[in-house]
């Protein structure tokens, strides 16, 4: 079944406590990214990336690391979290750039104390 | 800046009839309009697409129509059903993504 997958699915944490977020998908896909959902402001591009080892800044990139050694994870690092990092967190992929349509994980509700 | 907005946060409609979510952008570099769709506990998933070189794309029960002169966007879905209750989210497409705020969308029996 193609699917993207996202681990943990809920995490709760404390301030400065380094975390990853883990990303899978088994579509082949070149191009993934990371967004975030919060209430009014929908869904926001936090990082995303084109193929292996070639990583860009979206929209709200700040506090946010990544890295796409392999071409089907892509991980989410918080290296120092903060209670503004409290949101609903996506995966996605696609065929590439020119793809619009995106396959989604079923997200991770991060809350930081 | 919000290029993609979805004015109405909430929207109920009674099963059977037409529910009309609506959307406006600004950026008229927008070449290509999703909508998504997305249940509670689970990530969003494609619904229906349509080219700015079209004004109206139906799948079923489901029809987008696109304004370019208003730089508007509807998704119509007729008749409404009980699961099409969840979150849409319209996004537009100029080198990325760029997504609305969502509408939570009820249908009451």
């Known amino acids: 079944e193609a699917q993207v997958t996202q681990n943990p699915r809920y995490l709760i944490t404390v301030t400065g406590k380094k975390l990853t977020v883990t990303c899978s998908q088994n579509?082949?896909?070149?191009?993934m990214s990371w967004y975030r959902q919060d209430p009014g402001l929908g869904l926001r591009q936090i990082y995303y990336?084109?193929?292996?080892?070639?990583?860009d800044k979206g929209d709200v990139p700040e506090g946010y690391k990544v890295s796409r050694k392999e071409k089907r994870n892509f991980p989410l690092i918080l290296e120092s979290p903060s209670p503004n990092q409290t949101s609903l967190y996506f995966c996605?992929?696609?065929?590439?750039?020119?793809?619009?349509?995106?396959?989604f994980g079923p997200g991770t509700r991060l809350t930081v104390t | 800046d919000q290029q993609v907005k979805q004015n109405s946060p909430s929207l109920s409609v009674q099963e059977g009839r037409i529910s009309i979510l609506n959307c406006d952008y600004t950026?008229?570099?927008?070449?290509?309009f999703l909508w998504y769709k997305k249940y509670p506990a689970e990530g969003p998933t494609f619904l229906i697409s349509?080219?700015?070189?079209?004004d109206k794309n139906e799948d079923g029960r489901f029809t987008v129509f696109l304004n370019k002169s208003a730089k508007h966007l509807s998704l119509h879905i007729v008749p409404s059903q009980p699961g099409d209750s969840a979150v849409y989210f319209c996004?537009?497409?100029?080198?990325?993504?760029?997504f609305g705020q969502g509408t939570r969308l009820t249908i009451n029996p």
């Open positions: 996004a537009a497409n100029y080198q990325k993504l760029v």
């Open positions: 349509i080219s700015s070189i079209k």
């Open positions: 996605a992929s696609t065929r590439s750039p020119g793809s619009y349509e995106q396959y």
């Open positions: 990336s084109m193929n292996v080892e070639v990583t």
């Open positions: 950026n008229s570099m927008f070449d290509y």
């Open positions: 579509m082949n896909h070149e191009y």
